[in-house]
């Protein structure tokens, strides 16, 4: 009375159902394996189709950023191969990826590196993060995606910008600097009335420039004599009167 299991597991009853079913459940990833089996509560001689769904362990999202790497402040003519090379000496490099502007094709200055452990990512920032490549300090830290008990409420609303006609363009900033630190760093050679970084509107992106405001126009001729070319976060920034 042996039956083909082929007989088993696609009659015209049951192969409609077993698509559907198989379909609506499981991933098309995973990889499926089928077992027909007696039920004991099946009436008359009906067979009931078990599927055992096996697919690849996912890792957690926080699992994955804990061991991939944001690579910062890096220069245009970094490589994906020299990047990786960078982070070899410190463990497996799973992944290493220059982010490119997809209009220009020039490099954004930073990218992703992936490390087979956490490990291994936490090594590479101990001993790359604020190390030299090409005369800029690059910065190395984990991805904040998927980490959990981050601060995702809204920043800080920015101070009150004072107008005036005594007024200064700063362009070419690094990404990194904030109203805050424009403010103090002009502050320090001289008085300012304001100072403000230029955001993409509804983001907390910056735009690549600001304008910083004096009370004289002897405190604009200043502030472009001693700023101009000058670097601020590891970028020699532009100073023109506005």
């Given at each position: 009375m042996?039956?083909a299991i082929?007989?088993?597991?696609?009659p015209?009853?049951?192969?409609l159902?077993?698509?559907s079913?198989?379909?609506a459940s499981?991933?098309?990833s995973?990889?499926?394996?089928f077992r027909a089996?007696?039920?004991?509560q099946?009436?008359?001689?009906?067979l009931a189709?078990?599927?055992?769904?096996?697919?690849a362990?996912?890792?957690?999202?926080?699992e994955v950023a804990?061991?991939k790497?944001?690579v910062?402040?890096?220069p245009?003519?970094?490589?994906?191969d020299?990047?990786?090379e960078?982070?070899?000496?410190h463990?497996?490099?799973e992944?290493?990826e220059?982010?490119?502007?997809?209009?220009?094709?020039r490099?954004?200055r930073?990218?992703?590196v992936?490390m087979?452990?956490?490990?291994?990512a936490?090594?590479a920032i101990?001993?790359?993060?604020g190390?030299?490549v090409?005369g800029?300090?690059?910065?190395?830290?984990?991805?904040?995606?998927?980490?959990?008990n981050?601060?995702?409420?809204?920043?800080?609303?920015?101070?009150?910008?004072v107008?005036?006609?005594y007024?200064?363009?700063v362009?070419?900033?690094?990404?990194?600097?904030?109203?805050?630190?424009?403010?103090?760093?002009?502050?320090?050679?001289?008085?300012?009335l304001?100072?403000?970084?230029?955001?993409?509107?509804?983001t907390?992106?910056?735009?690549?420039?600001?304008?910083?405001t004096?009370?004289?126009e002897?405190?604009?001729e200043?502030?472009?004599?001693?700023?101009n070319?000058?670097?601020?976060?590891g970028?020699?920034i532009?100073?023109n009167?506005a």
């Amino acid at each position: 009375m042996a039956t083909a299991i082929s007989s088993l597991i696609t009659p015209p009853a049951l192969h409609l159902r077993c698509r559907s079913t198989a379909s609506a459940s499981v991933s098309v990833s995973a990889r499926l394996s089928f077992r027909a089996v007696a039920a004991p509560q099946a009436r008359g001689r009906g067979l009931a189709l078990r599927v055992a769904a096996s697919s690849a362990v996912f890792e957690a999202p926080a699992e994955v950023a804990a061991r991939k790497l944001y690579v910062g402040n890096i220069p245009r003519t970094v490589t994906n191969d020299e990047l990786r090379e960078m982070f070899a000496a410190h463990g497996t490099v799973e992944r290493a990826e220059v982010m490119y502007d997809k209009y220009t094709n020039r490099s954004r200055r930073f990218g992703f590196v992936t490390m087979s452990t956490a490990e291994e990512a936490n090594a590479a920032i101990e001993a790359l993060n604020g190390t030299e490549v090409g005369g800029r300090k690059i910065k190395v830290n984990v991805t904040e995606s998927f980490l959990p008990n981050i601060d995702r409420s809204a920043p800080e609303p920015e101070p009150v910008f004072v107008d005036s006609q005594y007024k200064v363009y700063v362009g070419n900033l690094a990404k990194t600097v904030t109203t805050e630190v424009l403010k103090n760093f002009f502050s320090e050679k001289g008085q300012i009335l304001s100072a403000t970084v230029s955001h993409i509107p509804g983001t907390s992106k910056s735009k690549g420039y600001g304008f910083v405001t004096f009370s004289s126009e002897e405190e604009v001729e200043a502030a472009v004599a001693t700023f101009n070319n000058v670097e601020l976060e590891g970028q020699p920034i532009r100073v023109n009167r506005a």
